[in-house]
Nanobody
């Protein structure tokens, strides 16, 4: 069974930074488009950043310039560097393929205090 484990979340003040990690036990990881998603309280899950196998990245407008997605294929790990955090970034963050498979992890909680 595929496992995805996210980590690195926490409680930070506005303007702070976090680095999220995602260990993804996926076959052919290096060939897959990976993405970070988030679900804020009372909202639908949204895709915030994706990284293709060729390292090209795409970001949602709401995080552009503040979030940086990267990947380490030998480690089957995806990272999300989050800077200049805002209260509206508060959410549970998940990683998955893009489009997403059925194997959602537990996510990692990011809480930004104002």
């Amino acid at each position: 069974q595929v496992q995805v484990v996210e980590s690195g979340g926490g409680l930070v003040q506005t303007g702070g930074s976090l680095r999220l990690s995602c260990a993804a036990d996926l076959q052919l990881f290096g060939f897959k488009t990976m993405a970070w998603y988030r679900r804020a309280p009372g909202k639908q899950r949204e895709l915030v950043a994706r990284i293709f196998s060729n390292q090209i990245t795409i970001y949602a407008d709401s995080v552009k310039g503040r979030f940086t997605i990267s990947r380490d294929n030998p480690k089957r790990t995806v990272y999300l560097q989050i800077n200049s955090l805002k209260p509206e970034d508060t959410a549970v963050y998940y990683c998955n393929t893009d489009p997403p498979g059925t194997y959602w992890g537990q996510g990692t909680q990011v809480t930004v205090s104002s």
